[in-house]
């Protein structure tokens, strides 16, 4: 079953408008920086019955919490590794607030990774910050959530993305 729209979350972190005529059960996903499944957007990827889903993320303490919490999909692979070096073809990328998180340059290397290796789709979520805004990492113990850039939506749409923006909560 696809993620159920009726639950209780902010409209501009539904994932579903963003999936919309795949057939999760024949497709494998791969979630880059999956990290615990803890947001209103990530949870959600743990909602649909993918054929494969593989999470991927740096901070392992982040992936133990993962394992925990229940995925309707058919296989769940969890695997600690650095976002920027995965390997592999996959129907669908999905990844949520990561981007900001590496230097522009690498940024943009991992993006052209990530072109090459989605056969379907890819979805990605990052904030979208004035250049001078420094954030605060809430997480010292895990310095992978430092912020390194920030990015304009039109900067992907140059790449060929398709852009929807949303401000506030």
């Not at 769940?76 to 900001?100: A, H, N, P, Q, W």
Request: glycine share 6%; charged share 30%.
């Amino acid at each position: 079953m696809p993620f159920d729209k009726t639950k209780d979350i902010h409209l501009h972190f539904d994932l579903h408008p963003h999936l919309e005529g795949l057939e999760y059960e024949k497709l494998t996903a791969l979630d880059l920086g999956c990290g615990a499944y803890n947001s209103v957007v990530a949870a959600q990827v743990l909602d649909y019955p993918w054929k494969k889903l593989t999470g991927l993320d740096g901070y392992q303490p982040d992936l133990d919490s993962a394992a925990e919490k229940p995925c309707v999909a058919k296989e769940l692979v969890l695997k600690k590794g650095d976002v920027r070096k995965f390997t592999g073809k996959y129907d669908v990328i999905l990844s949520f607030d990561v981007l900001e998180h590496m230097v522009k340059e690498e940024g943009i290397k991992w993006l052209e990774r990530i072109e090459k290796a989605a056969k379907k789709r890819i979805v990605l979520f990052f904030p979208v910050e004035p250049e001078d805004f420094h954030r605060d990492n809430d997480w010292p113990e895990n310095p992978l959530q430092d912020h390194l850039s920030h990015w304009k939506g039109h900067e992907l749409k140059s790449r060929g993305y398709e852009i929807a923006e949303f401000f506030g909560c």
